[in-house]
């Protein structure tokens, strides 16, 4: 039996090698097969400076302005990120650049091709500045064996995601379309995210018709790749622009046609695998008996999701992406967001416009392997949340 286990431990470690030498092998293999203008030098790929072939197209200004610190309930500690956020946004302008013979790979990473080097707005050059540059795109696959890396010779506008999640399209894939004026009109529209109904119907409202989009599953040589700098960074800050566009996506509330939606809501991940809050029954059961309707907001169309937080006085639910729609609740209705205390993103702050309307409370995460902390599932005290249901709501 011991000896079973010390040779699935060793089968367990050897998997990763054996399919990263795989991609290498196959990454190697495609170079050689393409022809000398399309050929890209297989990854390890390097942090760089911006190429030489960049262009800027357009420059977005915005001054710093304030952040509306939340309100914080119960006894447990804050995270470090809470404490440690700072009384104003910094001064940080966007910009929408066009480099030419570019490569995209999919997950926002992109590369200059001549160059083989990261391009500044890849999320590795963007958000992990630690991370080695013997990682950066081993993570990505190759064309399959036999296939020629496809290129584009129009112009390719990407807002591109990391992660292929409702939160990530909702925040970042989406505010960045408001930046699509500055480039070509006739630009596709590219991105990896999952080109569904949601992407489609809000993409809508801010103009794309649904024809533009591409998904893009395989790397993409662009003779001209527009990237836009993020609008709303959930690591770090709103722009002006970011605003602008969850007004306008915001207008597809009214196409809910919800007259009479509930007035206190929360948002449940009761059905959510992932950074599971494990007495969450428990919670929504005294949410319930404050007269919150308890939703699932993935069972419903994007357009319903919007109405009903248009219509809501109480918001409440756990840390996620379903509490980011509060971006689209009144100004003068009050959320309240229960938190791990190991995942948590300033963005909901910066999307909470007023004093007194924003509140947290925060739980204990379960004790996992460092790589797994930020998916780790949690419990809250029971008693400190309704303790803050009844100061925060004034119930």
């Not at 699935?8 to 170079?31: D, M, N």
């Not at 500044?120 to 992990?128: I, Q």
């Not at 960074?233 to 007259?259: F, M, N, T, V």
Request: net charge positive; glycine share 8%.
């Amino acid at each position: 039996m011991l000896l079973i286990k010390r040779a699935g431990g060793l089968a367990w470690r050897l998997v990763p090698a054996v399919r990263s030498a795989g991609k290498r092998l196959r990454w190697r293999t495609t170079w050689a097969i393409s022809p000398g203008g399309d050929r890209l030098a297989p990854p390890p790929w390097k942090l760089a400076a911006v190429p030489q072939s960049a262009r800027l197209v357009a420059r977005y200004d915005a001054p710093a302005e304030p952040i509306v610190r939340p309100l914080v309930y119960g006894a447990t500690p804050q995270p470090a990120d809470l404490v440690a956020l700072p009384q104003q946004t910094a001064d940080r302008p966007l910009s929408l650049t066009c480099y030419s013979d570019a490569v995209m790979l999919g997950r926002r990473l992109f590369l200059s091709r001549a160059e083989g080097t990261v391009l500044p707005y890849s999320f590795h050059a963007t958000r992990d500045r630690d991370i080695p540059s013997s990682d950066i795109g081993l993570g990505h696959s190759p064309p399959g064996l036999g296939h020629r890396i496809e290129r584009v010779s129009g112009p390719v506008f990407a807002p591109d995601v990391h992660f292929d999640e409702f939160g990530h399209v909702l925040l970042e894939t989406i505010p960045a379309l408001a930046m699509l004026g500055d480039a070509p009109a006739d630009a596709v529209v590219a991105t990896s995210a999952t080109v569904g109904r949601s992407l489609l119907v809000m993409g809508e409202a801010l103009g794309v018709a649904p024809e533009r989009w591409r998904q893009v599953g395989q790397p993409l040589l662009c003779d001209e790749l527009y990237l836009p700098d993020l609008p709303i960074q959930i690591y770090r800050h709103i722009h002006p622009i970011g605003r602008e566009a969850l007004d306008r996506l915001g207008k597809l509330g009214k196409l809910a046609r919800l007259s009479d939606g509930p007035e206190r809501i929360f948002l449940s991940r009761a059905r959510i695998p992932r950074r599971r809050l494990l007495n969450e029954v428990e919670v929504e059961a005294e949410f319930a008996r404050q007269g919150f309707t308890i939703i699932h907001p993935e069972t419903l169309p994007i357009e319903s999701q919007i109405g009903l937080m248009q219509g809501a006085r109480f918001v409440a639910g756990a840390a996620g992406t379903a509490m980011h729609l509060m971006a689209f609740a009144p100004p003068e209705a009050r959320v309240l967001i229960l938190s791990s205390p190991v995942w948590f993103t300033t963005i909901d702050i910066h999307l909470n416009p007023r004093a007194g309307r924003l509140g947290y409370v925060f739980g204990v995460a379960e004790p996992v392997a460092d790589r797994r902390r930020f998916v780790a599932p949690w419990s809250i005290d029971a008693a400190e949340v309704k303790a803050a249901i009844r100061a925060h709501f004034d119930i």
